[in-house]
């Protein structure tokens, strides 16, 4: 029996007005598979982002998500001088339930608490947000984003500015959600991390492969993702190569 | 003349009591209002439509209607105007709004200076808690029992958009609409205040509380409660003030919320109970 894609996009073009940031996006990704997507700064990880979370409205194609995704966004936007603790955070995420309106009750507690607990944050459930490290802070807006407890998770450069022990709670929580049945869509910049995947899906400002990372990621491909952002380390072959990208920062 | 008498004595006017009852209805639903005046940088925005209004108040007086009608359709205008002109691109919205907003305050001005206008400029720009009708007393009723509702409904919404406003976007609420629905909150608010406190001074109470209690609150909770309960002090410490030294009421209750922000921000103490509790808990459990 073949269940139905957890996330699928086919013929997909999106934009801001104007010509496409995106387009030519074609892919599926089952229930507890882990997909990379690749691509450089402008690349339109974060755009593809913002249509899987139907905050922008495809040009052309058309988008599908198994429910409403939970979303860990790519650079820290949050306030960090507002009085909230860890646990007020992560109990944002019963706000998905769409009762904005009443008060979060002992089961979405509950829930919340055990979301820190899943990031190694329980005994720092009340501590403010602002006050802790920023790996720490990403741990607690993953538990944010585990609370909400949505099929679909993306998960928009989670590793960047980490330290390691963060890092580390974080693969360990991937690899339990991927367990659990849920679909992983997570976007990075780091390609030898992105091997470690069920799929990879290289952008630049178009699609430039979809498959498995051994059957895509050769030197070909990553030229044509990266452009001049890419050094390849060694290899010349098809799968083997060895490559870190350069990182132009625009803002 | 003893403490007792210091306090008994004003309360035996009737017009001190109801400018008493007053200022604390104000500045206990505008405190708690404060927290998000501030958490969403909205005090520019809320004193462009405090002076933005005064061409409605003027009007209101002129034609001898409840002034509350009047700040609500100035605010309404003012409002409106700075949308619209906000959307020139070529401008910004700060010059357009500081454009828009001294335009109709000039607009009132001239209005309420005319030769057939009654001389009430000085209680509209300054307010005149001692002035304070029933009519006045009933709208700022209304003001915290609706004000407090929906600062109670829209808590999760407003915590999470504060804090956050894309990640909140992300779990299903709509940032902009919580933004429209604290503006909204926060125009009536102004209309019913300026009664009180006046087109120029009513932006103290709907900024200074918080910042005078920022650095105690732990959450938006406390901050929200505390706030209230400094501006309705403060707002009563005003009055006081000005009953026994013979000060502008308006002016002494704005001046002592401002002393109280003042004293919030430099004075050396720090209340962090949530700080010093998780430090114990991790203390207790290494």
């Known amino acids: ?15 801001y007005g104007g010509e496409p940031a995106l387009e030519g996006v074609d892919f599926e990704a089952a229930p507890g598979a882990a997909l990379c997507v690749l691509g450089p700064n402008g690349g339109g990880k974060t755009t593809l982002f913002r249509a899987l979370l139907g905050e922008l409205q495809p040009l052309a194609g058309r ?3 198994a429910g409403r995704p939970a979303y860990l966004a790519q650079t820290e936007r949050t306030r960090l001088d507002f009085p909230v603790s860890a646990l007020d955070v992560a109990l944002m995420g019963s706000l998905a339930d769409g009762r904005w309106w009443r008060p979060p009750g002992r089961s979405q507690r509950h829930a919340a608490l055990a979301a820190l607990g899943r990031v190694g944050l329980e005994g720092q459930a009340s501590v403010r947000f602002g006050e802790l490290s920023g790996g720490q802070r990403q741990r607690v807006l993953l538990a944010r984003a585990l609370t909400q407890d949505a099929a679909v998770l993306l998960l928009d450069e989670p590793f960047a500015g980490v330290d390691p022990a963060s890092a580390e709670r974080i693969t360990a929580v991937f690899t339990e959600l991927r367990a659990e049945g849920r679909t992983l869509l997570v ?8 091997r470690l995947f069920d799929l990879v899906l290289c952008l630049n400002r178009r699609q430039v492969a979809f498959g498995t990372p051994a059957q895509r990621l050769g030197r070909e491909v990553l030229e044509t993702t990266y452009g001049s952002d890419i050094v390849v380390l060694e290899g010349s072959g098809d799968t083997a190569v060895r490559a870190i990208t350069v990182q132009h920062h625009e803002h | 003349m003893d403490l007792t008498d210091l306090i008994l004595d004003p309360l035996r006017s009737g017009i001190w009591r109801r400018a008493a009852a007053e200022v604390v209805l104000l500045g206990g639903i505008c405190g708690a209002l404060s927290f998000w005046v501030t958490s969403f940088r909205l005090s520019y925005p809320a004193e462009s439509l405090a002076h933005g209004l005064l061409p409605g108040l003027v009007l209101a007086a002129l034609a001898g209607i ?8 100035g605010v309404a205008l003012a409002a409106g105007c ?4 906000s959307r020139d691109p070529r401008i910004g919205a700060d010059s357009a709004t500081a454009v828009v907003v001294t335009g109709m305050f000039g607009l009132g001005a001239l209005l309420a200076l005319s030769p057939d206008a009654p001389p009430r400029l000085e209680e509209l720009l300054f307010g005149d808690p001692l002035g304070i009708t029933h009519t006045d007393l009933i709208s700022a009723l209304a003001l915290a029992v609706v004000g407090a509702g929906a600062l109670a409904a829209l808590h999760r919404p407003l915590c999470a958009v504060a804090f956050d406003a894309p990640g909140a976007g992300a779990l299903g609420l709509r940032p902009g609409g919580v933004r429209l629905a604290l503006f909204m909150l926060l125009a009536v608010a102004v209309a019913v205040a300026v009664q009180g406190l006046g087109s120029l001074l009513v932006l103290a109470v709907l900024v200074a509380p ?6 105690a609150a732990t959450n938006p909770g406390v901050a929200m409660l505390s706030g209230a309960a400094l501006a309705a002090v ?8 000005s009953h026994h030294l013979g000060s502008a009421a308006g002016a002494s209750v704005a001046l002592a919320l401002c002393l109280a922000a003042v004293a919030g921000s430099v004075l050396p103490w720090r209340l962090r109970r949530g700080e010093a509790r998780a430090r114990r808990g991790r203390r207790a459990a290494a």
Do not use: K, N
């Open chain 1, 1 to 15: 029996m073949t269940r139905a894609p957890a996330v699928e996009a086919h013929g997909l073009a999106l934009g």
């Open chain 2, 82 to 85: 700075v949308a619209l002109a």
């Open chain 2, 210 to 215: 918080a910042v005078a209690v920022r650095r």
């Open chain 2, 66 to 73: 409840p002034l509350v009608l009047g700040g609500l359709g």
């Open chain 1, 63 to 65: 988008v599908r998500v």
């Open chain 1, 187 to 194: 976007s990075t910049h780091d390609v030898e991390s992105a």
């Open chain 2, 234 to 241: 403060a707002g009563l410490a005003g009055l006081y003030a």
